[in-house]
């Protein structure tokens, strides 16, 4: 289809993760492999804080969040890449392309902004304990979690709609998904736009995140006991842990020079951010939290039982 001056693309042609097909067997079984520890360690950590009364506090809840976030980020384009791994040039149309794209961006600058909300959660908890309660009651939770899917919901619909519309007959997307920085690199219309939302929808929140713990730092160094430094420290350490691995991949992404062509680099960060961002982060929840490990066992031996 074309018009005067440009051509409609009404399909994409997605490149992959490799053009060799002894590779691509290799990524499919660490695929593979990542999406089932993703689908398990999520789906495990949802339902151990829902059945668990003592895991219904303001910091589960949160993290219970988190996991449906990436629960749902996982199945979002890992399975249909999981396929194409078997196919040689796949295809995907347009509106199918933009769906994957936005949807992504939705998720996981949620997840930005829920990382923040869990950043002020523990600078409540470490800075103020004897108000915790009254501070982060489930009314300011719930209501933190709805402005925050509101404002990325907005933000994000907002930059759909800006986005570019002319691609000059581009139609071959040198990635394994629809990934917005490829998407964008085949654009021949106006593209600053689009560029700027992203930044506006990622970096905000991670500012808030460091003066917030700039915070909790100095009223750790307040507290005169090692032992109470040591309790206070290993209440965000699991958070901090998350927020290092989730904006690392993400600065590398996007905030290094940019090519004029996606790399096997920016395949492989996108990958990390991606896949191996929702399967870490249970692992991280779990394996540092007596809680979680608690009700999981809990769990074990009622089902026994049965």
């Known amino acids: 289809m074309t018009s005067t001056n440009e051509t409609v693309v009404i399909e994409f042609v997605l490149i992959g993760l490799s053009d060799q097909p002894r590779t691509q067997v290799i990524f499919f079984w660490l695929l593979l492999m990542v999406y089932l520890v993703s689908l398990l360690g ?13 895991l219904h506090t303001p910091m589960y809840f949160f993290i219970c969040v988190l996991s449906l976030i990436d629960f749902i980020l996982i199945n979002t384009a890992l399975p249909e890449v999981l396929i194409n791994c078997f196919i040689y040039r796949p ?5 199918r392309c933009l769906s994957q794209m936005y949807l992504g961006l939705l998720l996981v600058s949620t997840e930005c902004v829920v990382l923040a909300v869990m ?46 519309t002319n691609f000059c007959g581009q139609y071959v997307i040198n990635h394994f998904v ?26 905000p929140p ?7 713990y700039i915070r909790i730092g100095l009223a750790i160094r307040r507290i005169s006991s090692t032992q109470g ?35 096997e680099k920016d395949k492989i960060i996108s990958l990390a951010y991606g896949a191996l961002t929702p399967m870490l982060n249970p692992l991280i929840y779990s394996l540092r939290n007596k809680d979680v ?14």
């Not at 295809?91 to 509106?95: G, Q």
């Not at 991670?206 to 917030?212: D, K, M």
């Open 42 to 54: 999520n789906g495990l950590i949802i339902t151990l804080i829902i059945v668990d009364p003592q």
């Open 91 to 95: 295809t995907i149309t347009f509106s």
């Open 119 to 164: 950043a002020y959660d523990r600078f409540a908890a470490i800075c103020k304990p004897l108000y915790y309660m009254q501070i982060m009651s489930w009314r300011l939770c719930i209501c933190l979690m709805a402005v925050s899917v509101g404002f990325t919901s907005l933000t994000t619909l907002t930059n759909a709609l800006l986005r570019p």
């Open 178 to 203: 629809c990934e917005l920085q490829s998407f964008l690199k085949l654009a021949c219309s106006d593209k600053q736009i689009s560029e700027i939302f992203i930044l506006f929808l990622l970096f």
């Open 206 to 212: 991670f500012g808030f995140i460091i003066v917030t």
């Open 229 to 263: 430094r040591r309790k206070a420290f290993s209440t965000c350490s699991s958070h901090l842990a998350v927020v290092s691995v989730f904006y690392g991949t993400i600065m590398i992404m996007y905030l290094r020079p940019k090519g004029k062509s996606v790399s």
């Open 293 to 306: 490990k608690g009700a999981f066992w809990k769990l074990v031996q009622r089902k026994i039982l049965m």
